[in-house]
């Protein structure tokens, strides 16, 4: 079988053509020809030798994703559907925003966290993706539009830090001079708060945007809505981010879903200031996106705005997200794995 090219960040691939006899700089000339020009097809990477272009050929694979469908409820967003070689359908959701275009992709095949609100984790995780797998999510994406994406959110299905190793190749690839070229400040990976990785994460080389999904301010909350929350509590979890502040100096996103009755009483937004205050961040409150299945209702505009003026009131930076891509079941957490059996 081939190799899919996808997979291998520029390092790999370089230890790869070594390890056959080829010169490790080569990957850089093949890079520029498949992320930068597009160029897919050996035969035409000119700079390259002949017996290169053969090896090339005969063990790799350029295959972009299968399309099963694209919906799109008005301009801004739109949801791609794709088939991966085993079947399994997975979706990422490309966003039009004022600075740019932002994809938000799938790290895993379902998701075995069992967050109580998020439509993902209906159905338990069936396996990770591959590196290749999400790379070519965002060129299949700029395949079919024609665009430039500038933005990436790792806030699709599945936890990324539960695939941590794939998440940071595929951010190693995407980031490349020589690859898609997106800057480390326009890629974000969200976790529910698996504290180890967050450790690790800080001593990463590339430095991208961390978000945490907190989404309660007491541990005994969130461990209601959050099973994670026992495994992995709020001070410990609040511990690791001032560590990988103090390490990567960037400043870090709190998520907050705005639950009707649940978590959204000015009581919780006192709470939440206590915690976080002190650490350079931010909270990006989001309106809670319908899941038929669960009984959660999203707080009522009046709520959130008192919630918001709370925190604002106390010193903290929050933002209040609009909703996008709910109409078409792409927002946050409306993502589940779909089965075309
Ligand atoms: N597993 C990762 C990334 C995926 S979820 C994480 O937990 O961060 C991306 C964000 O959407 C998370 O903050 C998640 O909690 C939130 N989310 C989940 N379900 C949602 C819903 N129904 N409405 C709005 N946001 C939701």
């Not at 395949?143 to 951010?171: A, C, Q, R, S």
């Not at 400040?185 to 590339?206: D, N």
């Not at 209702?297 to 009131?313: D, G, P, T």
């Amino acid at each position: 079988m081939k190799n899919n090219f996808y997979n291998y960040p520029i390092f790999k691939l370089k230890e790869y053509l070594v390890s056959q006899g080829f010169k490790a700089f080569s990957a850089d000339q093949i890079y520029k020809w498949v992320y930068e020009q597009k160029v897919t097809d050996p035969e035409f990477m000119t700079n390259i030798s002949k017996d290169l272009r053969v090896f090339l050929k005969s063990n790799f694979s350029f295959n972009d994703l299968e399309l099963v469908t694209r919906q799109g409820s008005d301009d801004t967003t739109n949801k791609f559907l794709f088939k991966l070689n085993d079947g399994i359908v997975i979706e990422s959701v490309l966003m039009q925003h004022d600075y740019g275009l932002s994809l938000c992709v799938t790290s895993q095949a379902g998701c075995s966290m069992g967050c109580s609100f998020c439509a993902s984790g209906l159905i338990n995780k069936q396996r990770d993706l591959s590196v290749g797998e999400l790379v070519s999510q965002v060129v299949s994406v700029e395949n079919i539009t024609k665009e430039k994406i500038t933005h990436i959110v790792v806030m699709g299905t599945g936890e990324p830090f539960d695939n941590y190793d794939n998440v940071m190749d595929f951010i190693r690839v995407i980031n490349h001079k020589h690859g898609l070229e997106i800057g480390a400040r326009h890629i974000t990976v969200s976790t529910c708060g698996i504290i180890p990785k967050i450790y690790e994460f800080a001593e990463e080389e590339i430095r991208v945007n961390l978000a945490i999904s907190l989404h309660a301010p007491n541990d005994e909350l969130r461990t209601k809505i959050m099973k994670i929350n026992k495994v992995y509590p709020l001070n410990d979890l609040i511990e690791a981010v001032k560590d990988y502040f103090e390490k990567t100096k960037r400043r870090v996103t709190f998520e907050y879903i705005l639950l009707r009755n649940v978590n959204d009483e000015l009581s919780h937004a006192n709470e939440l200031s206590d915690l976080i205050r002190g650490i350079n961040c931010y909270v990006n409150l989001i309106p809670y996106n319908t899941v038929n299945e669960f009984g959660y209702k999203k707080s009522e505009e009046s709520r959130a705005n008192r919630f918001y003026q709370q925190l604002v009131k106390r010193g903290i930076n929050v933002t209040l997200r609009k909703e996008m891509g709910s109409e078409i079941d792409a927002a946050c957490g409306q993502l589940r794995l779909k089965n075309l059996e």
